[in-house]
C-alpha cells in the first residue's frame, strides 16, 4: 500500500492539471465562498458572459442544433460559449474531471468544414456539445472515476494498450450523430453515493443552494447543466444516481430501463454484478432535448453494437398523448420507511393538485413493500462485499470519503463474497418482487376511470430537496425503480421557500432513521433550493413517460406560483 504522501501528491497533481486546463482568460479573480454567495446561478454567472454567450448556452438543443444545422450559428462558437461557461462553473462548484477544449474546438471546425462543402448537417445531433460523466472513455482523455489510484492508468491497471485510445461506445455514437465532446463531469469514488466527493477535487456544490450537494453519482452532470455549462449531459443510474442530482439541480432526467440505450465500454463499479445493472440516461434542461438524444441515439442502431441493447427503435406513436385524452396517475406520499421533508411533501401535492385540477383521475399508490424490494437490492449491490472499490481504494492507499466509509473505510471487516447459491436465491427473490409489483400495477384499471391501469406514478426521488453534506442517509424512494428496472423522469416542481416549507411541529418518526433525518431539515439553509419528484413508467416506456413528463411540465409551467421550471428550461 502506498503512503500518505504518495496519494496525496497524486491528487493535488492531477487537481492542479485540471484546474490549469481552463484558459487563463476564463479564470475568475476571486471566488465568492458559500457563505458569502449562496446562488450562482442565473444573472450571477451571466456576468461573466457576452451576450452572444448567454444565448447561445440558454438555448435548448433544439434551439443550438437547427441553428447549426442552417449555418446561422457556427458550432465553432457554440462550443467555445459552452467551454467558457463550463469553466465558470467548474471554478463555482468543483464539477469538471477532465476538460478537453483543444480538441472540441478543432472538432466543430471540421463540422464547420462540413457544412460549409455540403450545406448539410453531418447528423441530428450537429454541433451540439455535449458532456458526459467520469465513467465515460475518450480518446485523449483520462478516465480516473474519482480514484486517485487511476490517474495515469485504464481503470487502474497499466500497459493494457487502452489508456487513452480506447472509446466506450455511446461516445463513438455521439460523434456519428455530430455531438461536440468537451468535458467529462465529477463523481464520487465508488460511485455509489448521493452526494458527489473524492479525493481529486473535493466536494461538488449544489449551485443553486451551495449548502448542499449535487446529488450524485452523477453530481457533476447536475452542478454543470444547473449552470448553463452543458445543454445535455450523461451520467448513469443504478440507485438513483441521474434522477438525484436531476431533482437535486432542478434538471429533468431520463433513467431508461435496461437495455434502451448502449453502456458497452465504460468504466463501472462492481461490473459483472447482473441482478441490477447500472443504466445510462440522459439529464437536462428541457425535456424536448432529452427526447432529441434518444431519439437521435437510437437511430443508429446501438443493438448492432451493444449485446445488452434491445433491438428498439424510437416508437413515435408512444411519443404523443391524444389530444383530450383523460390520463391516470397514482402517487406515493410515503414509502413506510422514512418521511418527507415540508418542501417535497409540498412538490407531490402541487403535482397532484395541478392533475386533478386539468381532470385527470390520481389514486393512491399502495404497492408490495417497498422495504422488502430494498432488501433485494442492497443484497445485489453487495455481492461481492465492497472487494471490487477496496481493491480501487489499495491502488493508491487513498481512504474513501466519509460518505462511503462505513462500507469501504478502514475498520470495516467484510464478510466473504457471496456464492452462486446466495446470488441464485437473490434474483429468485428479485423476480418474485417483479412480478407481484407488475400485477399490483395492472390492478389498478380497475380503480382509475379510462379502462387502463395508471400511465404514471408520482413518487418523491428522495426525503429531501437536496443532501446536506454527510446527510444523504436514505436511499428507498429513488433505488426502488432500479430493482424493478421501470422508466422513470424526474420533474422539476418549485423552490424552498422558508416561509412555507417551515418545520411541522405534529410530525412523529417511524424509526430512528426516519428522526434523523428529518432532524437535517433546517428551512433557512435550505430556502431557495429546487425540489423535484419523478414520474415513473413501466419497463422500456421511455417514449410515453417523456411525452408525459413533458405534458405535466407544461401544467405546472402554465400554473402561477408554483415555481416550476417548465419544459423548456429555466437557468
Keep these: 500500500m502506498a503512503n500518505t504522501h504518495y496519494w496525496q501528491k497524486l491528487a493535488k497533481d492531477k487537481l ?15 471566488l465568492p465562498n458559500n457563505e458569502e454567495r449562496r446562488d450562482v446561478t442565473g444573472d450571477y454567472i451571466r456576468q461573466y458572459l457576452s451576450k452572444d454567450e448567454i444565448e447561445m448556452t440558454e438555448s435548448v438543443a433544439l434551439t443550438i442544433v ?136 473535493g466536494y461538488t456544490w449544489n449551485p443553486k443552494n451551495r449548502n448542499l450537494s449535487s446529488g450524485g453519482s452523477s453530481g457533476g452532470e447536475g452542478a454543470l447543466i444547473s449552470l ?90 408512444k411519443a404523443m398523448i391524444p389530444q383530450n385524452q383523460k390520463l391516470s396517475f397514482a402517487v406515493l406520499r410515503h414509502d413506510g420507511g422514512v418521511s418527507l421533508h415540508p418542501p417535497v411533501k409540498r412538490a407531490v401535492e402541487t403535482v397532484v393538485n395541478t ?33 471490487d472499490t477496496r481493491a480501487a481504494f489499495e491502488f ?26 446466495h446470488i441464485a436465491e437473490n434474483n429468485v427473490a428479485k423476480r418474485d418482487y417483479q412480478k407481484e409489483y407488475l400485477e399490483y400495477w395492472n390492478t389498478t384499471a380497475e380503480k382509475t376511470g379510462t379502462g387502463r391501469p395508471v400511465d404514471a406514478v408520482i413518487m418523491p426521488l428522495a426525503p429531501f430537496a437536496a443532501a446536506r453534506p454527510k446527510m444523504y442517509l436514505y436511499y428507498g424512494y429513488s433505488a426502488i425503480i432500479n430493482l424493478l428496472d421501470y422508466t422513470a423522469c424526474t420533474l422539476p416542481v418549485a423552490l424552498v421557500d422558508k416561509n412555507i ?34 414520474l415513473v413508467g413501466r419497463r422500456l416506456q421511455e417514449e410515453k413517460v417523456l411525452a408525459v413528463t413533458e405534458y405535466v411540465a407544461n401544467l405546472l409551467q402554465s400554473t402561477s406560483g408554483n415555481g416550476a421550471t417548465g419544459s423548456k428550461g429555466r437557468l
Design 355 to 387: 392533475l386533478k385540477d386539468q381532470g385527470h383521475k390520481v389514486i393512491e399508490w399502495k404497492p408490495p413493500s417497498h422495504k422488502r424490494g430494498l432488501d433485494v437490492i442492497m443484497k445485489a449491490w453487495t455481492y461481492d462485499n465492497g472487494a
Design 66 to 201: 437547427q441553428q447549426t444545422s442552417t449555418g446561422q450559428w457556427t458550432a465553432e462558437a457554440v462550443t467555445r460559449a459552452f467551454c467558457h461557461r463550463a469553466s465558470l462553473a467548474h471554478q463555482l462548484t468543483n464539477c469538471l474531471h477532465e476538460t478537453f477544449f483543444d480538441a472540441a474546438m478543432k472538432d466543430a471546425k471540421r463540422l464547420d468544414e462540413y457544412y460549409s462543402k455540403h450545406n448539410k448537417p453531418i447528423g441530428p445531433l450537429h454541433g451540439l456539445p455535449v458532456s458526459l460523466k467520469d465513467q465515460f472513455h475518450v480518446k485523449g482523455v483520462e478516465t480516473t472515476m474519482g480514484y486517485v489510484g487511476w490517474i495515469g492508468t485504464f481503470q487502474g491497471k497499466k500497459g493494457t494498450g487502452k489508456e487513452r485510445v480506447f472509446e466506450s461506445e455511446l461516445v463513438k455514437e455521439l460523434r456519428d450523430s455530430g455531438a461536440i465532446l468537451y468535458c467529462k463531469t465529477s463523481v464520487p469514488h465508488t460511485l455509489m453515493c448521493g452526494e458527489t466527493v473524492n479525493n481529486i477535487i
Design 501 to 534: 416549507d417551515t418545520v411541522d411541529p405534529s410530525f412523529e418518526a417511524l424509526s430512528d432513521l426516519d428522526k434523523k433525518i428529518m432532524a437535517t431539515y433546517d428551512p433557512e439553509i435550505y430556502d431557495g433550493a429546487h425540489v423535484g419528484v419523478q
Design 396 to 421: 493508491s492507499g487513498e481512504p474513501p470519503a466519509p460518505q462511503v466509509g462505513q462500507t469501504y473505510g478502514e475498520g470495516y471487516v467484510p464478510d466473504p463474497p457471496k456464492d452462486a447459491m
Design 228 to 317: 448553463g455549462g452543458s445543454p445535455v449531459g450523461f451520467g448513469t443510474d443504478i440507485g438513483g444516481s441521474i434522477r438525484i442530482p436531476a431533482a437535486f439541480n432542478g434538471l429533468y432526467g431520463l433513467r431508461p430501463s435496461g437495455g434502451r440505450l448502449p453502456y458497452e465500454g465504460m468504466a463501472n463499479s462492481m461490473d459483472g454484478q447482473n441482478s441490477v445493472l447500472s443504466v445510462v440516461g440522459p439529464l437536462a434542461n428541457s425535456v424536448s432535448t432529452l427526447q432529441l438524444l434518444v431519439k437521435s441515439l437510437l437511430t443508429r442502431e446501438p443493438w448492432l453494437h451493444d449485446p445488452l441493447v434491445h433491438e428498439l427503435p424510437w416508437r413515435e406513436d
Design 16 to 30: 492542479e492539471s485540471i484546474n490549469q486546463s481552463i484558459p487563463k482568460h476564463w479564470r475568475l479573480e476571486s
